[in-house]
């Protein structure tokens, strides 16, 4: 089993504890998460069910690559970190 994690900055916005799943890609992984806690989705993904643009989503210690239809495998045991992304640039 994997687990969901989200940063605290999510936290402050909506109910998203850590959850155990079984999903052996990110897509089914986050499915089988939002299942459980419906509110969460859209904060993580837009109309078209790809991750948000100022959303980062991480297996283990990798970002995930496909961040439209969310292929990418999910390990037994790794952790899945859903985070905002920061944007900007220099002064």
């Not at 998203?16 to 509110?39: D, I, K």
């Not at 837009?46 to 959303?55: F, N, P």
């Given at each position: 089993?994997?687990?969901?994690?989200?940063t605290?900055?999510?936290?402050r916005h909506?109910?998203?504890p850590p959850?155990e799943v079984t999903?052996?890609?990110?897509?089914a992984?986050?499915?089988?998460?939002f299942?459980?806690?419906?509110a969460?989705?859209?904060?993580?993904l837009?109309?078209e069910g790809?991750v948000?643009?100022?959303?980062?989503v991480?297996?283990?210690d990798?970002?995930?690559e496909?961040?439209?239809?969310l292929?990418?495998?999910?390990?037994?045991g790794?952790d899945?970190?859903?985070?905002?992304?920061l944007?900007g640039g220099?002064i």
């Amino acid at each position: 089993m994997a687990i969901v994690r989200f940063t605290r900055n999510l936290q402050r916005h909506v109910a998203c504890p850590p959850a155990e799943v079984t999903g052996l890609t990110v897509r089914a992984a986050l499915e089988e998460y939002f299942a459980g806690h419906p509110a969460v989705r859209s904060y993580v993904l837009d109309d078209e069910g790809a991750v948000r643009q100022h959303v980062t989503v991480f297996v283990g210690d990798r970002t995930i690559e496909d961040r439209l239809h969310l292929t990418d495998p999910v390990g037994a045991g790794e952790d899945i970190y859903v985070m905002q992304a920061l944007s900007g640039g220099a002064i």
